[in-house]
C-alpha cells in the first residue's frame, strides 16, 4: 500500500485451497519491479517465513518484517537474546483497555540466517 493514504499497489486473488506461503516469492517479484530501483519493505503474516521464501528475499536485497512462527522449537525460543530486540510501541486492539502491567510486550529484531552475510 501506499504511504499516503493506504492505496493498494499489488492485490492478486488465489483459490481458497492455495497456500500463501507458495505465493510470497512471486508477490516479492512483482512488487519490486513496481518499486523498481528503489527499495521497498515487504510486510506479511507468518505464511511469509519459509527457509526458501527467506533465501529469496534476501538474495534479492529485499527488507521484510514478518512474526516468527508460533510453532517453533522451544530452543529456538530460550536462544534468542531479548536485549539484541527493540520493544515496539503496539498494543493490540483486543487490550487496549487495560492496565499496562499485566500486557504482554512485543519486541523486534532480526533472526540470523544461514544465507545472509554477516
Known amino acids: 500500500m501506499s504511504a499516503d493514504g ?13 497456500a500463501e506461503v507458495g ?38 536485497g ?12 522451544d530452543e529456538v525460543y530460550a536462544a534468542l537474546d531479548l536485549a539484541q530486540a527493540t520493544v515496539v510501541d503496539w498494543t493490540p486492539d483486543r487490550v487496549a483497555g487495560k492496565p499496562a502491567a499485566p500486557r504482554e510486550t512485543y519486541r523486534a529484531g532480526g533472526h540470523p540466517h544461514p544465507n545472509r552475510a554477516p
Not at 499497489?9 to 483459490?15: Q, T
Not at 512483482?30 to 527467506?54: H, I, P, Q
Not at 518484517?65 to 522449537?73: C, H, R, T, Y
Open 23 to 60: 505465493h510470497v516469492v512471486g508477490a516479492m517479484k512483482d512488487l519490486r519491479a513496481l518499486a523498481g530501483e528503489r527499495g521497498f519493505l515487504m510486510v506479511a503474516d507468518s505464511k511469509l517465513v519459509s527457509y526458501a521464501n527467506v533465501c529469496a528475499l534476501l538474495a534479492a
Open 6 to 18: 493506504g492505496i493498494p499497489l499489488h492485490a492478486r486473488v488465489f483459490g481458497g485451497g492455495a
Open 62 to 73: 529485499v527488507h521484510f518484517i514478518a512474526p516468527a512462527l508460533a510453532a517453533q522449537e
